[in-house]
């Protein structure tokens, strides 16, 4: 019913810059906040980045003033520049979005929260 997918992985240099992207399509009637998580090798997920509907966005500590995440509602798309990067940063990113869809025939709204297939960003020289 909802699918997210994301794009723009890769290797990139310690100090480099990737962008990431994702997008949400499907029975969508809205979404309340998008973001981005990551996990490492023998980790947990862990929040990167959130951008609230109508509210201010939120950074994981370890990122903060080198990721910027961005929403374009109209489009249902989250984007995260990520700058600066380190090779602690290497990780599979996930987008994350809670969306509130439409299901069945008579179309009842439902809310959930739905995953893209992740895209792995390795950062080594």
């Known amino acids: 019913q909802v699918q997210l997918v994301e794009s723009g992985g890769g290797l990139v240099q310690p100090g480099g810059s990737l962008r990431l992207s994702c997008a949400a399509s499907?029975?969508?009637?809205?979404?309340?906040?998008m973001g981005w998580y990551r996990q490492a090798p023998g980790k947990q997920r862990e929040l990167v980045a959130v951008?609230?509907?109508?509210?201010?966005?939120n950074y994981a500590d370890s990122v903060k003033g080198r990721f910027t995440i961005s929403r374009e509602n109209a489009k249902n798309t989250v984007s995260l520049q990520m700058n600066s990067l380190k090779p602690e940063d290497t990780a599979v990113y996930y987008c994350?979005?809670?969306?509130?869809?439409?299901?069945?025939?008579?179309?009842?709204?439902?809310?959930?929260?739905?995953w893209g297939q992740g895209t792995q960003v390795t950062v080594s020289s």
């Open positions: 994350n979005a809670d969306v509130v869809y439409y299901s069945g025939p008579y179309r009842d709204r439902r809310r959930g929260p739905y």
């Open positions: 951008s609230p509907s109508g509210g201010s966005t």
């Open positions: 499907g029975n969508i009637f809205s979404i309340y906040a």
